[in-house]
């Protein structure tokens, strides 16, 4: 042997009984919005990390407030997150300046949501985000005050005209207000008006991206909500939809569109409440309510895209979903056995489950900002008296030709 080849043989050895370092595992960023990571995912994660040797889920979790603009200013300056929890209504944008990667699914994948679900994710017929969050409305409704009023208290409004009938009532002959609206310049301002919009079979922007909004049915939506606005709170444009339902659980509203997360701090009143579908327009086909979804987001330039999908699909998956449903007091995504006996067990759940079937998403626009401003806008001129409905109607609409 030469004395080289000694040399070498004596490497080789030498780094066969050294322990060499482990190699670090690949890190998937993850972006969470809220207060704290919710119970279930953390469970998630561990159980997929387990399950997925040599990678881990790096996760942050940021403030509702901070959240989105986080995200968006990380993607914007090239060092994007790799998944992140946003709100569908950002993905048309998101999309449009290829920050972020389309999720194929299966047609059975898709088959499994209620109607409309994808909806919510899909523009130029891709999908664009994972349902992680889902959220319908309702009418709730203060039985005492109607029964304080005249009205039979275990009978809810059906149509508009008995909703505006009955706030009248309540107003007239109680001093209470009638109905909560919600004008104030916040995001939810957009979402409540939508509800109308929903309930009249109305849209906003149609499959093909022509504008509709200046339509009968949302002229009928927006004049309703005009003719209620005597019979609400004083001075709503001050007031989004959480003041509103304060004002509701203080037991000085007669009547609010809201979520199910109404239905836990309503249990800690003494109010006698029920809870009922959105009263319908003229023009409905049948019950409706904005379908509201966040969604999980795969961001471009990463290198772990496949695997941030994966991870992504497996915390939203069929069996997973639900858990964190239940935990956060969230419309369910999919139907099921477990949804039919959560409506048995709490029959409140109903009216949120059936208003899904003539719902509609949030409108997806390049711009989503300027679509709420136009439309919170566009409330706030009618309800303040400003402007006539069909004329509000007519100038939002030739707003958002921009920021489709």
Known sequence: MTKHASLIAGTFALLASTA??????????????????????????KKWEEANPGYKIAAEVVGWGQCQDKVTTLAASGTPV????????????????????PITFSEEEKASYYPYIMDTVTTAGKQWGIPVAFSTKS????????????????????????????????????????????????DNTMHQFLHWVYTNNGSVIDADGNITLDSKENLEALTALKDIVPYAEEGPTSYEQNEVRAIFLDGK???????????????????????????????????????????????????????????AKFLTNAENQPIY??????????????????VAANPYWKPFIDGISFGGPEPLFTDYKGLQNTMIEMVQSVVTGKAEPADALKKAAGDLEQYK
């Open 82 to 101: 790799a998944l992140a929890y946003v709100g569908s209504r950002t993905l048309k944008e998101f999309a449009d300046n290829e920050l972020i990667v």
């Open 139 to 186: 009418l709730y409704w203060n039985k005492d005050l109607f029964k304080q009023a005249g009205l039979d208290p275990e009978k809810p409004p059906q149509t508009w005209a008995e909703e505006l009938e009955y706030a009248k009532t309540i107003k007239e002959k109680t001093g209470t207000a009638g109905f909560g609206v919600v004008a104030k310049t916040f």
């Open 325 to 342: 449903e239940a935990q956060e007091g969230l419309t369910p995504l999919r139907p099921g056995k477990a949804v039919d006996d959560m």
């Open 20 to 45: 060499l370092p482990a190699l670090a595992d690949t890190e998937i960023s993850f972006i969470a919005c809220g207060d704290k990571m919710q119970p279930a995912h953390a469970d998630f994660i």
């Open 253 to 311: 509203l007669g009547m609010i569109h809201a979520s199910v997360g109404a239905v836990n701090r309503l249990k800690e009143t003494k109010i006698n409440w029920g809870v009922a579908p959105l009263p319908l327009g003229p023009s409905a086909k049948g019950q409706g309510t904005l379908l509201i979804t966040d969604s999980l987001a795969v961001f471009s330039g990463t290198g772990v895209e496949e695997k941030a999908i994966e991870f």
